[in-house]
Structures are given as structure tokens and as C-alpha cells.
């Protein structure tokens, strides 16, 4: 199996407690990372986008809602819309759906998980972050199993634990990392794409 | 190593045993699923294989090719019939404020519902041309490619437990009216006022294979685009544009963006947000 000399995209997924995790988790990313990031968050119906323009204030990087079509780029962060499923297409460009709802969930965790893991196979990063469900895992299992990193949220730094705890009892999740560690260990993967692996947790 | 070489092999498999199975179903049907949104369209039909308890998607490809009515049961899959009166309530604010004062200089107002599905959205548009005065000189064509959903847009009749939602929306949307006027409750349904399919015909009509019909004043077509690949996405507005007169309305899904497409330049924005176009008079 080839291995991957270049990480090209992050996946993360998150519910409950999920906006000030990533906030904490964006804002601290390194000035240099530019992976791409695709993020689903459990939203409400009714949300309308406040979190991707509130995210865009506190980073270097371009936070946005993902529009249907769209080309998946450098330096950008795509949040998926409330009541819509986000999938990555094969040309790396963002998909939009509202076909039912998975483990209660539109978007749903592992719809993106796996999609993104046929598209980046080994190159891709996946992280389960803080939620109140088990969204994610079969995401998890996917991206491990074509060769992907997984990392989960300590669930003890976890502001609720549910999420990160399913992922990681999967036994698919290679790195168990306190939130404030998460973005560190990120900008060195960027630099040297090989420091992930064959780390022991 | 191993597994992960497997399921690589596996995910190829699978890649060509979709494009037979849509190959397969193009030819024998007509439908054409192939410029589809891949990553939709595989997840929809990996879960049929794996509720039908079938090895391969091959399997599939055979009951689709040998077995009589297996093709209702993945179109069922792969179309997404999912909408509701008045959604997303602020499109239909926008449209009674900013497209209907317009529609109004018409003598005569034809209006395309494009994937419009189970129809709630046809009746809740009937609805608001009744309240503007505009319904009796109005035409409305209602069309999906799937017969069974347009049967039951056809019947007009909805589970009434539906029916909270759909106040609810009605009101969001700029409804002056009580919605119940709208509707009478039988059992477990809520029959809509059978008056307001008067001037809506629905018909078959399938965006990919089809053509223009019919010149028209205004065009919805709500979370249709968005289970298209690039190049379908260009032809279908480039149709949109065509059927529109110059000064006609198109109006999207909330997600669904002309930016992304060729005839963007056809069209000016009428409302960003709730993604509201209106053609050109003077095409460049």
C-alpha cells in the first residue's frame, strides 16, 4: 500500500458542546496549516449559519457554510447547513443531501466520515470531538480501515463524553488527545505527515 | 495492510458495479441517474444491497434487468422525495414581496414546479396566488420523473399529522389567512381544498432526459440541482433559461447556487439568501 506523503484534508464531527470546542480548536491551529477542514456539527432545524460566520471572525482561516457543488480548497473550513447531509464527491467537491436522517442525525457524522474516507483514503484525518450520541463511529471505522487517522477528545476533557467515548470504543482510534493538545499535534502532522503514525496512545 | 488492500479493490468493484447498475437502468428504463452526485447515489444504493441481504450490487443490476417492479423500488431510493408546505418559510416571504408584484403585470402568469415531488410545495404556492388574486389567471405544470410521488401530489391529501408543521410554515411565510380554510380533516389525513388544483396540471417530466415545454413567468425548482453532477447542473439551468421569458423568475433551494454554473451571467439575484434569480432582459 502506498503511504500517504501528504495529508490532504481534516474531517471533524461533534455534537453537544461541540461550538466552543471548536472554537478552542480552530483558534489555536497554527498560522502555517492549511488542510482543508469539513466539519459537521449537530444543529438544530432552524440554525441559519451563525456558526460559520461567528467561527470566520476568530480564524486565519475561510469558515463557511458548505454550498452544494462546491470545490474543496486550501485554507477553507466547510461547516455543513442544518438539515442537509454533507458528502465529498470523488472530484473533491462538497455534496449536499437531505435524504433521511442516520442515527438520528441530518447532517450526520459518519455520512461525511465516509464518504471523505473513499476520497482521501490514506490521506485523510478524522477526529470525533465532544457529543451527546454515537454519530461518528462507523466514520471512524471507515477512515481506519483505508488507511486514515483517527484521533478522538479525551472524554475526560470532553464537555460531554458520549461521542468521543463510542468512537474510541470502536478500538479504531489511534490518538486520544486532550482538546488543547488536538491543534499542536495537528500542525506538526501537516509538517511531517508520518508523526501520527505507529504512535502508541 | 491486507484489509486495507482488499477494501480498496472492493471500493473499485463496487465504483464500476455502479456505473452498470445506472447504465442498465438508462437503458431499460430511460432513467438517467448517471451524472448523479456519485457519493449519494453509491450510499443509497449500498443500502438497498445490504437490506436485500445481496452479496454484490451486481445482484441488483440482475433484479433490475429480470424482475418486474424492482425499478419502482430504487427509484424510490434514488430520488429523495422530502419536502413540506411553505418550506423554509422566508422563501416564500420573499416571493410574495419582491416576484408577485411583478407576476402581476402579467395578463396571463405560467408557472413550472420542477421536481416538485409529493406537491406540497405546488399547493402552497395555488395558495398564495389565491390570496394575491392571481390564481385565476394563472397555469401551473407540476412535474417529477417519479409517477408515484406525483400520484400523491396529485391526490393532495397529507397525513394530518402534518398539518402543525404546515401552519406553522404558513404563517412564518407572510399567510394572512387561517390555514385551516385550506384543508378539511378526514381520519388520519388532511384533504387539501380540492378548488386549488383547477389550474395546476401535473405531468411527468424528467429534467435530465426531457426538454423545454413550455415558455413560462417563473420556475421552481427547490433542492433538485443539488443531487447533480457540474455538467447536469449546467444543462438543467441552461433548460431553466431557455423555458424562462426574458424578466422570468427562478427560484432555488436555499443551498442550490447559479454561481456554480454557466448561465450565471443570464441571470441577476433578486435575494441572495433564499437564492431567488431573475432573468436578463438584455442577455450579454
Not at chain 1, 470502536?170 to 508523526?195: A, D, R, W, Y
Not at chain 2, 390564481?135 to 412535474?143: D, L, M
Not at chain 2, 444543462?235 to 454557466?262: A, C, I, Q, R
Not at chain 2, 435575494?271 to 431573475?278: A, Q, R, S, T
Request: charged share 20%; glycine share 6%; aromatic share 10%.
Amino acid at each position: 500500500m502506498k503511504t500517504c506523503n501528504k495529508y490532504k484534508a481534516l474531517v471533524i464531527g461533534t455534537s453537544a458542546g461541540g461550538l466552543k470546542a471548536l472554537k478552542t480548536l480552530i483558534t489555536a491551529l497554527p498560522s502555517g496549516f492549511c488542510l482543508p477542514i469539513i466539519i459537521v456539527q449537530h444543529l438544530n432545524p432552524q440554525s441559519d449559519g451563525f456558526m460559520a460566520h461567528y467561527l470566520n471572525q476568530l480564524s486565519h482561516m475561510n469558515v463557511k457554510e458548505a454550498d452544494s457543488g462546491e470545490p474543496i480548497r486550501s485554507n477553507h473550513v466547510y461547516i455543513a447547513p442544518a438539515n442537509y447531509h454533507l458528502l465529498v464527491e470523488k472530484d473533491e467537491t462538497l455534496s449536499l443531501t437531505v435524504s433521511e436522517k442516520v442515527s438520528y442525525a441530518r447532517p450526520s457524522i459518519d455520512i461525511l466520515f465516509e464518504s471523505a474516507a473513499e476520497v482521501y483514503m490514506q490521506c485523510l484525518i478524522g477526529i470525533i470531538l465532544t457529543g451527546a450520541n454515537d454519530d461518528g463511529s462507523n466514520g471512524i471505522k471507515k477512515i481506519h480501515s483505508l488507511g486514515g487517522l483517527t484521533i478522538a477528545q479525551h472524554p475526560e476533557s470532553a464537555e460531554v463524553p458520549i461521542m468521543p467515548q463510542a468512537a474510541i470504543n470502536t478500538g479504531k482510534v489511534e490518538m486520544i488527545l486532550h482538546l488543547e493538545e488536538i491543534p499542536k499535534m495537528l500542525g506538526e502532522l501537516c509538517n511531517n505527515p508520518q508523526s501520527g503514525k505507529h504512535k502508541s496512545i | 495492510m491486507e484489509t486495507t488492500n482488499n477494501l480498496l479493490k472492493e471500493i473499485q468493484t463496487q465504483d464500476i458495479e455502479i456505473d452498470l447498475l445506472l447504465e442498465a437502468v438508462f437503458k431499460r428504463y430511460g432513467y438517467d441517474f448517471r451524472d448523479y452526485n456519485r457519493a449519494h447515489i453509491k450510499r443509497r444504493i449500498t443500502h438497498r444491497k445490504q437490506s436485500l441481504g445481496l452479496n454484490s450490487i451486481s445482484e441488483l443490476q440482475h433484479k433490475i434487468l429480470h424482475e418486474q417492479g424492482f425499478i419502482e423500488v430504487l427509484l424510490r431510493d434514488l430520488s429523495i422525495n422530502v419536502t413540506e408546505m411553505y418550506r423554509d418559510p422566508s422563501f416564500y416571504n420573499v416571493m410574495r414581496k419582491e416576484v408577485f408584484p411583478l407576476l402581476k403585470t402579467y395578463p396571463f402568469i405560467k408557472i413550472w414546479h420542477a421536481g416538485c415531488a409529493t406537491g406540497e410545495e405546488v399547493y402552497s404556492f395555488a395558495i398564495m396566488l389565491k390570496e394575491e388574486g392571481l390564481y385565476a389567471r394563472s397555469q401551473i405544470y407540476a412535474t417529477d420523473f417519479n409517477p408515484v410521488v406525483l400520484e400523491t401530489a396529485r391526490k393532495g391529501i397529507y397525513p394530518i399529522a402534518k398539518i402543525k408543521e404546515f401552519t406553522y410554515n404558513y404563517q412564518q411565510s407572510g399567510g394572512t389567512h387561517s390555514f385551516s380554510d385550506y384543508y378539511i380533516a378526514k381520519y388520519d389525513s388532511a384533504i387539501l381544498d380540492q378548488n386549488l388544483k383547477q389550474n395546476i396540471v401535473f405531468a411527468e417530466h424528467n429534467l435530465v432526459t426531457d426538454s423545454v415545454f413550455a415558455e413560462v413567468h417563473l420556475i421552481i425548482c427547490r433542492n433538485v440541482l443539488i443531487y447533480f453532477n457540474k455538467e447536469l447542473q449546467n444543462k438543467v439551468v441552461g433548460l431553466f433559461s431557455e423555458s424562462l421569458v426574458k424578466g422570468g423568475f427562478l427560484g432555488l433551494g436555499s443551498k442550490e447556487n447559479l454561481m456554480f454554473t454557466e448561465v450565471f451571467d443570464h441571470f441577476e439575484i433578486v435575494d441572495p439568501k433564499e437564492k431567488i434569480y431573475k432573468k436578463k432582459v438584455q442577455l450579454a
